[in-house]
């Protein structure tokens, strides 16, 4: 069991590019449901999800998005070529995913404060508790034989997000994870050493 899970964990790596093969509601559902065996502050349980198969919902999602990334790059100076080959990436990367999941957050379980300290205490509390849920999911998308890959595009453009999947107020777009059959064995990008991100009792 130990060697198990250890060995999952070292194994799984961002899959960003995908065969063909479908994959099933019902392998959706595992996934989303081992995500939600993560551990949550107050377990409020504050992730919320939709998974993507409609070609069409993902590529109005992919494009909104790029549109804002691109208009991003081009305000940092990107020159316009180069921007727009980054953008065509993305959506080819999120349109050539079987699925595509949105992770969202939604602060309605969360505890309220009056003051600003504790306000985005709690916020930062239910991103790390969302954050658990994604690394749980990608996990459990390794176990399955599966290849993920998680976005950061949605935090960019959460309107553009919630304006395609008619989200509800509440909810605030974190991630989109695509999914499927891998079409690529990516090198796992090596990890700094122990001694530099670990030290026993104080940090010198
Ligand atoms: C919060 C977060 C945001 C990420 N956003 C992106 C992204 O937008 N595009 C991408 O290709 N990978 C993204 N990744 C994946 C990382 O690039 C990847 O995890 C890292 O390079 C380590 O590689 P590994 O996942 O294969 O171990 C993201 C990962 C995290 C945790």
Known sequence: MRGLVYSV???RASVRWYAGGEVG???????????TWAPSA???QPWRF???????????LARLMGERWLRDLVGDGVPADRARAMVEESVKRITGAPVVIVVA????????YPDERRSRAEFLMAVQSVAAAIENLLIAAE???L???????PLFAPEEVRCVLRLPDDFEPQALITL?????????PPRKPLREVLRFDTWC
């Not at 957050?105 to 309220?112: A, C, E, G, N, Q």
């Not at 499927?180 to 990516?186: I, L, N, T, W």
């Open 9 to 11: 964990l070292r194994r």
């Open 25 to 35: 509601r019902d392998v959706v559902e595992r996934l989303v449901e081992a995500a």
């Open 42 to 44: 107050h377990n409020a």
């Open 50 to 60: 939709v998974a993507v198969f409609s070609r069409g919902v993902k590529e109005r």
């Open 105 to 112: 957050l939604t602060m309605r379980d969360m505890d309220r």
């Open 143 to 145: 176990a399955e034989g």
């Open 147 to 153: 290849g993920a890959c998680w976005m950061c595009a």
């Open 180 to 188: 499927g059959v891998p079409a690529e064995k990516p090198e796992k």
